[in-house]
């Protein structure tokens, strides 16, 4: 498999995947709807009469359900998605996020300032707010709704860590994020997901109520059953449905993640900046977990893993970066060139042209190169014309005074 095809298969698979959760969250609520209908019917067994069940599914009661839990469901992600309205900023305002001075005199932040100058230049894109996160661990994260409300995270550690060359590699797969349209893409993820999990903060609330209240417990047996049995239910149903989500974000963000490093090649030419990062993140004694409180909700959006993970099912991104993965490779979680791809043809040393795009091999390196995008690569499919690289774009040759 080669480049180009890796990238329009990963965004194949990223739109299965959407749809997948479409269903799910359609099952969410059919699910819903039947057992809070069930408990309408226990809690008022005088108008309804004969089995309980056969009861619950009478149309015209399940649709009135239905549309509350439609109606419920749509609140919640509405409400999410108004709360990040602003874009970018308020997730990284959300993550414990402050805005880079553009006079800062640290010169790790001075250096981030200007990476992230080289590679909007790169991408062809304005240039996005920047935001330190105060956390030790190494990560980064792109976010926002449109082009002029994006923003970039990264944390501390990444900036001290990661040399010139890593830290463009980790910016630039970023950039791909925000040329992608992943960004909008992961907000809207936050937004559905919030929407499912109100189901279960109710049948929380539900329980808490029951199991508290005075006037609940004075009710007749059978109602106050009734009610712990939908409290607990919703409590079920909404926290798995929560949780079949979250492995089908992190299945997304898995496929975004292998398109981003590949992207992240083109924009530096270089292989060896987004691989050597995630060595470093790999040898790293804090790793790229993040301590803010809402690092779960968002773990979509990182370069690394945010949060600690059951299983590698629901780690976002795609666990690795250790010396026998994919990401110790110098093209980052690319998987080896296969026999087709002209990389893998290429004599070390020499460059290959053909109509998916150009590239070079670098000698001794074992499969390993350099690719371009090429008249036919990606960038000019989204109608972007490569830009030729020129020596204040160029990471060998930086600006004077620049780090």
Known sequence: MDFFTAQDRARRL????????VLAVLALIAVTSVVVALAVVLLDGASFAGDPLARALQPRLLVGVATVVILVVGLGSLVRHLQLR????AVAEALGGRPLNLETRDAGERRLLNVVEEMAI??????PLVYVLED????????GHELDDVAIGVTRGAIEAL??????????????HILHGDMRLNLRLVALLHGILVIGLIGRMLLHASGSGR??????????????GLGAALMVVGYAGTLCGNLIKAAVSRQREFLADASAVQFTR?????????????AHRLGSRLLATHAAEFSHLFFGSGVRSLSRLTATPPPGGGADSPGAAPLGRQPAAGPGDPLATTPPGQCFSSRRGTGCRDPGRG???????????????????????SPRRDRRAPVRGRP
């Not at 602003?86 to 900023?89: C, N, P, R, T």
């Open 14 to 21: 990223t739109g299965r995947l959407v749809l997948l959760l």
């Open 86 to 89: 602003a874009g970018g900023s």
């Open 122 to 127: 790169a991408s062809g894109m304005p240039v």
């Open 136 to 143: 030790q661990a190494i990560n980064a994260f792109a976010a």
């Open 163 to 176: 040399d010139r060359d890593q830290l463009q590699g980790v910016i630039a797969h970023e950039f791909s």
């Open 215 to 228: 006037r609940l417990r004075s009710r007749r047996g059978r109602g106050h059953a009734a009610v712990l």
């Open 270 to 282: 270089n292989p060896e900046g987004i691989g050597g990062a995630l060595k470093v993140l790999a």
């Open 367 to 389: 499969g390993a190169g350099r690719r371009g995008g090429g008249k036919r690569g990606a960038a000019e499919r989204r109608g972007h014309r490569p830009r030729s690289p």
